[in-house]
């Protein structure tokens, strides 16, 4: 009888393995919990109403019942651990049970420490979720053992164990009946034991993925065997792949498929490369492509099944297409399952060289291969996805091979095509320069398609690698373009929009709701509507107009340093479609660009443009500390009533300051700063130097900055007192210009959300009661925010017509 073959065998297998699906199921679980807070938050009463259903209908229950039920209940929450640990003994899984004790004991702990900080910290959340009024009931948010159970339980984990699943669902479900029927003494509520649970799981979820699981993964030598077994119905001497040597070997490419790779030696001579699915793996990358669903449209993102079974299925299919379109690939030699909790694919393998190997030593005609077999690809209607510098192979036989096409597309759509296109002009402009691969791509593709092309030419639309690579070379989509475009120069190109949602447009929702939450809260404080009927709008009028008074010093500090003299209707004009295009860019950063643009308008040369801006934003920059020292200083020496700034605003300046000292810290930090500002200050001074020679222009200048700020200190002031406030004018114009210097460096639109907030947060500090505040600062920034947006939209348009924009 024959004995088989000795397999060599040379693997790293890992003990332990993070679950990336344990990852996911936290964060939805988090997210669960962060739902049920908002929810209880916003609609209180409506859940007081569903709890009261319940209670009502659970007191109906016979009464015996109600009496035996609570016993029950606490007895079989207690001997369901007991039973599952010694089922974990019996099964000699010790180190799971210890870490399943250890992590319900933490999560009591923790649930202990949650529910000590609640009332102090989050009162209007802790009171929402037990569903009382605020001052009624000091009862526990959380239950500790119920916390520490759930997380003792998903440690332990439950799946594929239905029985044990089912006893905990009912021992939970019957505890908590029974906590809601004595909720007249209890106070317990539906979200309470709702958060208790999802608190307990998440936790038990976070340690598990932390810790990480007993790896349940075949073996090289597992999937060596299932490499060489016959398959059923083929002769017998036919083996599939007689395997004599398996090594666990690194990724062969950055993005490769794949949680395992393998080199395989055949008893014939050949090698066999094998790519390993692993089951625990099969959720990952779930979050990245959940962002990339989100930020861009549908045909842009590559989207991947998460299912195993779907994704081995998927990168066969795009393998066999990739052939049948006549183009190289590495040829699949086999699909197969090893066990329940992997898949293998075994690829021959490919000897050359990769595009990024030979780099910028490749002639015009290994490029034009390139482009020949991703032509033919695209003839059939195949796209590859994933056209990057390690994946595009010049084998020995001088073929020109595209590897792993599996996260491609069959059945591609124009979209899908020229998406292609773009990531390999790209991918070779980075290879080879950006001329040599617009050149190339000129030849190869018509006028109306190159345009089409173009609009594609976006970092978003582009491969992971290849946005990284083009961070660090800014200069080359650029350059790319401008050889595209000179080959079409009588073309339009018609912006693509590929994103979904941009970030900048995310951070602004998250700051609005942030600050609509945060004043909303603060004018809960006190009735808005008893406020609204004492102001006195008499004092509104006059901060509209104070309002008004900061466009003409914006428009007096922009003329009084451009040497040029320019119209004063037309400047102040400017300053006002600055407010609507503020509305869509960070603070100080959209009215830069416009006011830049109308200096160029007037004929301003574009380095004298940006120096006269930057000078004023320098002169304002100094006024404005300047300013701030001084209010400052007589706010603390002159006032009996000091400014008392809340605790956090301490950190915050700490944070601040820490991060600028580990800035500074390092030679990169201040490489870097010294970049930032050198170009800035190499063109103000010399500008300033001209402008201080007439000192009626310098005087205009500076004039215009300080009665920009001055005017806006004024507004706020005005704004508190048609609430029938009163703050020294110190205080408030300290407030003020620490309040616009934290929206300067928030990254939202007008500072959205930070400024409401630190004006709020400043003025209650002075002694402004909340709710007055709140009211203040809304008035405030709807007059200086808000209604010049329209206003700003009409000059705007103006401007344009009158081609001054």
């Known amino acids: 009888m024959l004995q088989p073959p000795v397999i060599q065998v040379s693997d790293q297998l890992e003990r332990r393995i993070r679950k990336p699906a344990d990852a996911l199921r936290c964060v939805i679980v988090c997210f669960a919990i962060f739902v049920l807070a908002v929810a209880a938050v916003a609609a209180s009463a409506t859940t007081e109403g569903v709890q009261t259903d319940i209670v009502g209908a659970s007191r109906r229950l016979p009464h015996a019942l109600l009496v035996v039920a609570p016993e029950l209940a606490s007895l079989g929450l207690l001997i369901l651990p007991l039973a599952l640990a010694v089922t974990q003994l019996v099964r000699r899984q010790v180190r799971r049970l210890i870490e399943a004790v250890a992590t319900g004991v933490a999560a009591a702990a923790a649930a202990e420490i949650a529910n000590a900080l609640a009332r102090p910290v989050a009162a209007r959340l802790y009171y929402a979720i037990i569903m009382v009024?605020?001052?009624?009931?000091?009862?526990?948010?959380?239950?500790?053992?119920?916390?520490?159970?759930?997380?003792?339980?998903?440690?332990?984990?439950?799946?594929?164990?239905?029985?044990?699943?089912?006893?905990?669902?009912?021992?939970?479900?019957?505890?908590?009946?029974?906590?809601?029927?004595?909720?007249?003494?209890?106070?317990?509520?539906?979200?309470?034991?709702?958060?208790?649970?999802?608190?307990?799981?998440?936790?038990?979820?976070?340690?598990?993925?932390?810790?990480?699981?007993?790896?349940?993964?075949?073996?090289?030598?597992?999937?060596?065997?299932?490499?060489?077994?016959?398959?059923?119905?083929?002769?017998?001497?036919?083996?599939?792949?007689?395997?004599?040597?398996?090594?666990?070997?690194?990724?062969?490419?950055?993005?490769?498929?794949?949680?395992?790779?393998?080199?395989?030696?055949?008893?014939?001579?050949?090698?066999?490369?094998?790519?390993?699915?692993?089951?625990?793996?099969?959720a990952a990358g779930t979050f990245y492509q959940l962002y990339r669903w989100v930020r861009v449209q549908g045909q842009v993102s590559s989207s991947a099944p998460l299912s195993l079974d779907r994704v081995v299925e998927r990168r066969a299919l795009l393998t066999y297409a990739t052939e049948d379109a006549g183009v190289p690939t590495a040829h699949l030699?086999?699909?197969?399952?090893?066990?329940?909790?992997?898949?293998?694919?075994?690829?021959?393998?490919?000897?050359?060289?990769?595009?990024?190997?030979?780099?910028?030593?490749?002639?015009?005609?290994?490029?034009?291969?390139?482009?020949?077999?991703?032509?033919?690809l695209h003839a059939h209607h195949v796209a590859h996805r994933g056209l990057t510098a390690d994946r595009i192979v010049f084998s020995s036989a001088g073929r020109v091979m595209l590897l792993d096409p599996g996260g491609g597309d069959v059945a591609a759509s124009d979209l899908q095509l020229r998406l292609d296109l773009a990531q390999l002009i790209a991918e070779l402009a980075l290879v080879v320069g950006p001329e040599k691969s617009a050149q190339l791509a000129v030849e190869r593709v018509d006028g109306h398609e190159l345009v089409a092309i173009v609009a594609l030419l976006q970092p978003v639309a582009l491969v992971r690698s290849t946005r990284h690579a083009l961070r660090?070379?800014?200069?080359?989509?650029?350059?790319?373009?401008?050889?595209?475009?000179?080959?079409?120069?009588?073309?339009?190109?018609?912006?693509?929009?590929?994103?979904?949602?941009?970030?900048?447009?995310?951070?602004?929702?998250?700051?609005?709701?942030?600050a609509a939450y945060l004043l909303a809260g603060e004018l809960a404080k006190e009735s808005f509507g008893h406020l609204l009927r004492a102001a006195d709008w008499r004092w509104a009028l006059a901060a509209l107009g104070l309002s008004a008074a900061t466009y003409v010093g914006a428009s007096l500090s922009v003329s009084g340093f451009v040497s040029e003299k320019l119209g004063f209707v037309r400047t102040v004009l400017v300053q006002l479609a600055s407010s609507f295009v503020t509305l869509v860019t960070p603070a100080a950063v959209g009215g830069v660009a416009l006011n830049v643009r109308y200096l160029q308008r007037r004929k301003i040369?574009?380095?004298?443009?940006?120096?006269?801006?930057?000078?004023?934003q320098v002169v304002a920059l100094v006024l404005h500390v300047l300013l701030l020292a001084v209010f400052a200083?007589?706010?603390?020496?002159?006032?009996?009533?000091?400014?008392?700034?809340?605790?956090?605003?301490?950190?915050?300046?700490?944070?601040?300051?820490?991060?600028?000292?580990?800035?500074?810290?390092?030679?990169?930090?201040?490489?870097?700063?010294?970049?930032?500002?050198?170009?800035?200050?190499?063109?103000?001074?010399?500008?300033?130097?001209?402008?201080?020679?007439?000192?009626?222009?310098?005087?205009?200048?500076?004039?215009?900055?300080?009665?920009?700020?001055?005017?806006?200190?004024?507004?706020?002031?005005?704004?508190?007192?048609?609430?029938?406030?009163?703050?020294?004018?110190?205080?408030?114009?300290?407030?003020?210009?620490?309040?616009?210097?934290l929206g300067s460096i928030i990254p939202t639109p007008g500072g959205l959300g930070a400024v409401e907030f630190a004006l709020t947060a400043g003025l209650t500090a002075a002694g402004v009661p909340a709710g007055l505040a709140a009211a203040a600062v809304l008035l405030f920034r709807l007059l200086t925010f808000w209604l010049p947006v329209p206003v700003g939209w009409v000059a705007l348009n103006y401007l344009e017509r009158q081609h001054d924009l």
């Open 133 to 282: 009024r605020p001052g009624t009931s000091h009862v526990d948010a959380l239950d500790p053992y119920l916390v520490g159970l759930i997380a003792f339980a998903t440690m332990i984990g439950l799946t594929g164990r239905p029985g044990w699943r089912n006893a905990l669902v009912l021992a939970v479900g019957v505890y908590a009946i029974v906590q809601l029927a004595a909720s007249r003494t209890t106070h317990a509520s539906v979200l309470t034991i709702l958060i208790t649970v999802l608190v307990g799981h998440a936790i038990g979820l976070a340690v598990r993925y932390a810790a990480g699981s007993a790896s349940q993964r075949p073996s090289a030598l597992d999937i060596a065997a299932a490499l060489s077994t016959r398959r059923a119905g083929r002769a017998k001497h036919d083996r599939d792949l007689a395997v004599t040597a398996i090594r666990r070997v690194g990724q062969p490419r950055a993005e490769a498929p794949g949680s395992r790779y393998y080199a395989v030696a055949t008893e014939d001579g050949n090698q066999v490369d094998v790519v390993v699915f692993d089951r625990d793996q099969q």
């Open 333 to 376: 030699r086999t699909l197969m399952r090893v066990g329940p909790e992997a898949a293998v694919l075994a690829y021959d393998h490919v000897d050359g060289t990769t595009l990024a190997q030979r780099n910028s030593e490749c002639t015009d005609e290994d490029l034009g291969r390139v482009w020949d077999a991703v032509t033919r």
């Open 472 to 514: 660090r070379r800014r200069d080359v989509l650029p350059a790319v373009r401008k050889v595209l475009l000179a080959a079409v120069p009588d073309a339009e190109v018609v912006p693509v929009q590929l994103e979904r949602i941009r970030p900048r447009a995310l951070v602004t929702l998250v700051a609005s709701v942030a």
């Open 605 to 616: 040369p574009t380095p004298a443009a940006v120096a006269s801006i930057g000078v004023s």
């Open 633 to 741: 200083a007589v706010t603390g020496a002159g006032d009996k009533s000091p400014i008392h700034p809340p605790t956090w605003s301490y950190f915050v300046v700490g944070g601040l300051v820490a991060v600028a000292c580990a800035v500074l810290a390092f030679p990169a930090g201040r490489r870097l700063v010294r970049a930032r500002l050198s170009p800035t200050f190499g063109q103000v001074l010399p500008r300033l130097v001209e402008i201080a020679q007439r000192p009626a222009k310098l005087a205009e200048g500076i004039g215009g900055a300080l009665l920009l700020s001055i005017s806006y200190i004024f507004c706020l002031g005005t704004c508190v007192a048609a609430f029938g406030g009163s703050v020294p004018i110190a205080k408030i114009g300290f407030v003020y210009l620490t309040g616009s210097a």
